[in-house]
DNA sequence: AGGATTAATGAATAAAATTCATATTTAAAT
DNA sequence: ATTTAAATATGAATTTTATTCATTAATCCT
């Protein structure tokens, strides 16, 4: 226990990311750094205070007391941080400019517009603004200046571009609460052979059920668009075919019974979210607020994502 | 301008620093580090944020409109910081204990009044006191249990108790606005030579214009005591002689013309206040608390006191 | 002008945080 | 039960970073 206060914004980071992730290890990846360094740090804070801030609950970790003070002092500090770091933009000067969000992925809706709304009460000398429709080439559309992010779940490496990896999400299989396939806990490529496959109206290629899962086992189900997550689910809940959804999107259908959702494949299928744009979109002080603010409220808000990188 | 913030704690506590004592140097001090640290700490804020924090003003240095709102941040943070860490304490049970504070500077009552009733607030548990009464041998009191903290100007090393710099201040002479003395600019011990002084009611050795001015000169004029600060003051005012006091308790009556003040010798009378404790006091929470409080509240609101250390 | 005080800077050093490699613990699967 | 997998903990090695040291530049005061 030493004279002066060892605490840095770096603890308090790693505590709210502990309490987003609920692991040490997937809290590692947040904060981008090893799970072992994490470990260290809550170590040393531990000794410091002479208290335990979190306990191993089996193979999970969970606050103590101690802790969830520290994080809800986190949760304060570093809104704060944040709140003053917009200012200092404003400040120099870097606070106006365009933000176009073009979205390949369409569940995305569901947590970005909420997000949107808070984004323009703390920049309101940013352009925000929807890109809609369906676009083949987003890279071309960010180059072009169509748009200046693109959310999307595939990670190109191409020069000019960057990728600003979000989050990971599991895509599980919807199906009607009275669907003979109800009884398996886990459906395999084979059990869409004879089913009617409901998504966006987007191309084959963006489809991770097909391109990962049924064009490597050769199957080739009907399809059906449509271009609403709940007119997806109602065509579901009719019986009309199955889907296949994000995980966070699902849960208060399926507490209602309303549809039923399965994981696809043992280890489960899922999909990485990305916000690419410009590298010299890249560094503008609205745009990363922009990112801590989407993975901040989606880590807040969304159940069962883990973090990527 | 990297991608992720590089602020730290550190930095708030050095921008603090900065905000109370105004200069880089001074700054350094109250935080334990070299200028030369300070200096960089903020180049590489200045650098991150693509924004000057201060601005030299001459020698001295000066906050941007950045910098003040990195102020009012720290201030926010730090205050909520430690109260948290407070709570950490509670939780602990390291909240509990005495502190009973003697005092060897008499002046020191002005700030310590209004700090201890904030104290209450913070530690309800700990028992809070003033040991009354001059004493001798300081460091007896502190081990025979008499009191957890002396408050005092002489810095002793001595094994099993430790001195926490508070601040050093400077002792100003005070004299009735008519004094014949009041044209000179500085006063040296030879200009105390026919005068009565008037001091708080403790032996010579423990008055710094006595120990370090006048007896080093052969000089050793009259003196009389009162108790009280104004009274000491009135007594100035009224011609029957002078004092010298701490500076920073002066400033409402200069201003009111009620004495006068000058500095003593061409380098001015300084003198250092220490806290002192037994070492396994000083490793308390709430010892720690009130010393941080005790500095925090002294330079935010006593004029013209400098770092220690 | 000269001495003293303060801040800034670059290189050297010291300190620390992080990673790496591995052990340990717990849960789940067979 | 035994094995496998997944998670955290730990010590040593390493890298990164902050701080100091030594010096220069700028400013103030007499």
Redesign the interface.
């Known amino acids: 226990?030493s004279?002066?206060?060892i605490?840095?914004?770096?603890h308090l980071r790693t505590l709210a990311a502990l309490h987003e992730t609920g692991s040490v290890s997937r809290a590692a990846k947040r904060v981008?750094l090893t799970q072992s360094a994490l470990s260290h740090q809550i170590k040393a804070l531990q000794n410091h205070?002479?208290?335990s801030i979190i306990q191993r609950r089996g193979q999970a970790v969970e606050l103590t007391?101690?802790g969830r003070?520290?994080v809800?002092?986190a949760g304060?500090?570093l809104e704060?941080?944040q709140s003053?770091?917009r200012?200092?933009a404003k400040?120099?000067q870097?606070a106006t400019g365009s933000l176009r969000i073009a979205l390949e992925c369409h569940t995305c809706f569901d947590w970005l517009m909420p997000l949107m709304d808070a984004y323009r009460q703390h920049w309101p000398e940013v352009e925000l603004d929807l890109v809609s429709g369906f676009h083949s080439d987003p890279v071309k559309l960010l180059e072009e200046g169509g748009a200046d992010v693109v959310i999307g779940s595939e990670h190109k490496q191409q020069r000019g571009i960057i990728d600003h990896p979000l989050f990971r999400f599991e895509i599980l299989a919807v199906l009607a609460p009275e669907h003979p396939l109800r009884a398996k806990r886990i459906l395999h490529a084979a059990d869409f052979s004879n089913e009617t496959l409901i998504t966006y109206p987007v191309p084959d290629d963006r489809i991770d059920l097909i391109l990962n899962v049924l064009k490597p086992a050769g199957i080739h189900p009907e399809r059906r668009t449509a271009e609403l997550t709940v007119a997806i689910l109602q065509l579901v809940a009719s019986r009309r075919g199955v889907a296949a959804l994000p995980s966070w999107g699902l849960k208060n259908y399926v507490d209602h019974d309303y549809v039923i959702a399965r994981r696809i494949g043992s280890q489960g299928l899922w999909s990485d979210l990305y916000a690419s744009t410009l590298t010299e979109t890249?560094?503008r002080p609205y745009l990363?607020d922009f990112l801590t603010t989407a993975r901040n409220t989606c880590f807040a808000t969304l159940d069962g994502i883990i973090p990527l990188e």
Chains 1, 2 share one sequence.
């Open positions: 226990m004279l002066v206060s605490l840095e914004l770096r981008h205070y002479g208290l007391d101690a003070h520290l809800a002092l304060k500090v704060q941080i003053t770091e200012d200092l400040i120099s870097q890249a560094s990363r």
